[in-house]
Structures are given as C-alpha cells and as structure tokens.
C-alpha cells in the first residue's frame, strides 16, 4: 500500500507482519538508490523501504539502518569488515565453480567485485536452492565474519562469506561483497539515512495498530505541509544523534515513542563520544572582525595535535576518543593517570573538548604534530612511552550528569576553568586572549605562531556561543598563518578521472580532473584539473593504481562541467593534498 500511495516500489515481496524481512528487500531498495540520480529522489526510496520494516518487522530496523550505512557497530567499538580482495575473490569462486584468475579477470574489466559477484551468481544452476537470505541472518554472520582473527581465520571467513554467496538472489551477491569490501558505492551518506529515518516517521508514526489505519499520514511530498513538518522532525532527530550517535539507543526509543521518544532519550552520556563542533576558517584578521562585528569574542592559541574528547566516569573510568569518535583509550594511558591530579574535589562526571600535543619537559614546549604521530596507536604502555603529552583543555561539554551544550561558552570555560587544575606540561587550560582590535588579534597570532601552534581559533563568548555538535559553526573561526598568505593552506581533493597522456607520457595519464566533496548536496564537485607536480615514477603510479578503478561512466553524485569530461572515469578512492 506505501508503494501504491506514494508511487515508489522497494521492493515487490510479499513479507506478513513479524516475518524476518528478506535480504533482498534491501539488495533490491540499495540497487534503486544506485540507479537513481537525485538526493531527494534516493532518501524517498530508502524512507519507503523503512516505514515497510516499521510496519512489518520493527526488530530488522536497527540492522537495515546498520547495513545501509556499512557498518556493525558504532564507530568507537572499532569492530570493521573491510575484508581484502584476495579472499573475496576466493569466496567468489569456490562459490560459483569457476576459478580465482577468472574472478580476478573480470574484476579487471568491471573494477566492482559485487558485480562479478552477481554476474558469476546469475548464470549458475544449483541443484538444491538453500534458504533465501534474512536480513538478521545477513547481518549477524557479518558480525561473526568481523570478529573472526588469528590463525586460519582466512580460510572460515572464505567459508561464511561462501555459504552465503550460495543462497544470493540477483542483487544480493553485488551487495553482499561490496558490504565485506567496506564499500557499497551508492553514494548515500549519514545525513541522508536521518533524513530518510525521519521522514518514514512522518509519513508512517510508530506506535499504531495493525494494520496502520495511517499508511501515509501527507499523501503528496511536495505539499508546504509536509516539507515544513519533516524539516522540524528531522533537525530534531539529527541534533539527539549528534548528543548521543548510537543507532543502539537511538532506534529502540523512535520505535516505543518516535522522534519525541529519542529527544528524551538520547543525551549527552559519558562513554559516548559527541561528534566535536569544527570551526570555519578565514583569509585574516578584517574578515573576524567583520563576522564578530557586535559581539564579545575570544582568541585561543590553535595547538598543533590530536583532537582528545576525554570522557570521565562516576566510577572513576576514563575513555579518550578521537575527532573521528575512534576509542584512543589505550593510546593515551599517561593522560588517564594524571587526570585525577587534574579534578577539582567537587567533580564526579565530566566530558572534556582538548588538544593532546606533543611535550618537550625539558625545553618545556610544545612539539610539532608529526611527532606526536610516532606514538604507538593502541595498547600502549605508560612505562615504555618516549613521546610525551600536554592537554589543553578548551571547552567542558559535560559536568555532574548535566550537558552544558546549550550554555554560552563563557559560561562553559567559567566552569572548567573552576572544576579543573593546571598540571605544568600535562594538563594545562588552551591559552587565550580576549582583545578585539586588528593590532591586538595580530600580537595574538604571532605569539601564538611563536610558541609553535598553528595560529588562532577565534570563539564567540556569549552571543549565539552554544556547543554545536558536528556542525563547521561560523560561532568559531580559525585563523592560521597558511591563510594570510593567499590560498596558503593546501586542499585536500579527490580524483575523479585522468586525461590520458601524450608525447612522453604516453601510456599514462597525463592529467588529472580533481574535486571537493559538498556535504549538503552529498556531491563531488570538480574544482581543477591537474598536471604538474609529477614525477615520471608518480605517473606510472598513478597509472598503475587508477587501472583498477576505472568506470564506464561518472558516479550520480559528481557534479562537473561537461567540457572537462576525463577520458576515463574512476571510482572516488583517493585524496590528494594540493598545493596551490
């Protein structure tokens, strides 16, 4: 009935209410979502296939949202598939009965394993059809796939990976490999699964009988009505998972009492990494000025290391996480001993936005960031520790059980600087100065340079100063010395195809077509095309690398002009760091 009402077919299976959904609705929803150019058009598309799992099988949620995403797991658990191309293609043929140099031929011409997968499925003939795949069956045997390590773990993931392989149905295969690959290639980012989320929640509100007497609450999606009610649902949805990014908390609360169910639910919680707030940056010292123009602002030193959300527990537990929500625990067992010299006597609970940089004790100063890289990444031991480390502590996000997100950043630095005591060369509170001329701001960023940091970050105190969780804010600036001088800073782009070459560099590509990805249209947007900086060796590299990843057309979501069309398009694998 929801594809009827709404014009939108996931998938043409007939699943009665509390049957284990067919992993193949959702092969078949991802194929569409593959298909289909437009980012309103892929979230309609997904939300349908959802509000579908809602009605019939509310428990294949929480994996349907998982595996749409590509993951098992939240991000700090670190539990991750990308299984190598050799055992998938083992995998491939012990499933298919032909042989690994064939796979590994075909996987040259196509460059998508999936699709090898699936075409090598769809001409075999078997003499007993095993099962058809559940999602739940789908998604647990690739936690068990994950978690497989140690010795012969290669030849028992080959074999899960194997049996089901053997029970695909037509899309199935493309998606099972490209799922174990760590890649599905549909292009459908984070942001859009939440828009999705929440606008199968509007059209189809949880909590109704069976069957829902409201299959779809707004019958046109074009209707003011319902854009204006999806906007309001939707931000309040995507601003609880940034307080509190866990789909395991998150989807049990949409599912008992919608999107109002999961704003109570889903807070700010020590042992759950926030995504940070990043700040903007500027070309120099008018242009904060200007941006800043009627209100009380502050400058912090910018130290050159490694983002540390540091997360302390009523019972004394500490968890470090990365700018990227990965568990640094283990990396940084000097910082967790010496916190308790830190703690002010009234403090029980708090969550910490720092900066871990490197530490010279004898020259007492701060060390570049690329020393810092040296240390061992996980496990480490405090004894065996060569490079030493200095927190600057710059916000406090949570203190005693109450989030501060909401608070002004005056008041929130207030608190911390109440709460927590400086340590020399371990626990120290990010240097600041609250002037707010062009001379005052230039001092500021000299001495900043000076002391080895990379220059400022410029912070409003008290005028639209909230903590906002995963966004760029214009409410924080940063101010490096690259900026002043022109472009400065270099970028980081992604190749999106090569022209090839001619004269000596015949054979290779001699140039590049080079973009940046555009988070609110989920788009790669070409910016340049590029041929200088290369060695011969680089050119054959690249050449090299490229010829696996070649495509016969460009992705949906690059957005270019159609007179600087590549001779061969690739797949967006790689970064490139520009100078410029």
Known sequence: ???????????????????????????????????????????????????????????????????????????????????????????????????????????GKLGDLGLVAEQSRGGQR???????????????????????????????KVEKIQALLVAARGPEARYLIRSLAGKLRIGLAEQSVLQALAQAVVQTP?????????????????????????????????????????????????????????????????????????????????????????????????????????????????????RNQEDNTTKFPDIIARLKKCLGGKVKSAVLDCEAVAWDREKKSIQPFQILSTRKRKDAVEEEIK????????????????????????????????????????????QSMDGNTIEEIQEA??????????????????????????RRSHNWLKLKKDYLEGVGDTLDLVVLGGYLGRGKRAGKYGGFLLACYEPDNEEYQSICKIGTGFTDEDLATHAAFFKDHVTDKPKAYFSFDPSHVPDHWFEPVQVWEVKC
Not at 130 to 135: E, F, G, I, R, W
């Open 126 to 156: 078997t003499m007993f059809q095993p099962a058809h795949l559940t999602l739940a069956h789908v998604f647990s045997k690739l936690g068990e796939i994950a978690a497989l390590t140690g010795h012969s773990s290669g030849t028992k």
């Open 445 to 470: 960023l000299e001495e900043s340079i000076r002391d080895n940091c990379e220059g400022l970050m410029v912070k409003t105190l008290d005028v639209d100063a909230t903590y906002e969780i995963a």
């Open 206 to 322: 949880v909590g109704q009988a069976y069957p829902p007497p409201l299959h779809t609450v707004h019958k046109s999606a074009e209707s003011d009505k319902f854009k204006e009610e999806l906007a309001k649902e939707s931000l309040k949805l995507k601003t609880s998972y940034c307080e509190c990014p866990t789909y395991d908390i998150m989807i049990p609360a949409l599912l008992e009492g919608g999107i109002a169910g999961v704003s109570l639910k889903c807070r700010l919680t020590p042992g759950i990494p926030l995504k940070p707030m990043l700040a903007h940056p500027t070309k120099g010292v008018q242009e904060v000025l200007t941006r800043f123009e009627n209100c009380r602002f502050t400058c912090e030193w910018k130290y050159d290391g490694e983002r540390a959300q540091i997360h302390l527990h009523e019972d004394g537990s500490v968890n470090i996480f990365s």
């Open 387 to 430: 490079v030493q480390v200095c927190v600057f502590a710059f916000d406090l996000l949570y203190l005693n059980g109450e989030s501060l997100v909401t608070k002004s950043f005056e008041d929130r630095r207030g608190l911390l600087r109440e709460h927590f005591t400086v340590v020399e060369g371990e626990f120290q509170f990010a």
């Open 1 to 107: 009935e929801i594809a009827e009402v709404t014009g939108v077919q996931t998938c043409a299976l007939p699943i009665w209410r509390g049957e284990a959904t067919p992993y193949l609705a959702l092969a078949k929803t991802l194929e569409s979502i593959e298909a289909t150019s437009g980012r309103l058009r892929t979230i309609e598309i997904l939300s349908n296939y959802l509000r579908s799992v809602m009605v019939q099988t509310p428990s294949d949620l929480l994996p349907s949202i998982y595996m749409t995403l590509n993951r098992l797991a939240p991000a700090w658990e670190g539990i991750e598939l990308g299984i190598g191309e050799g055992l998938l293609m083992k995998a491939i043929a012990a499933s298919t009965g032909r042989s690994v140099a064939q796979i590994k031929a075909d996987s």
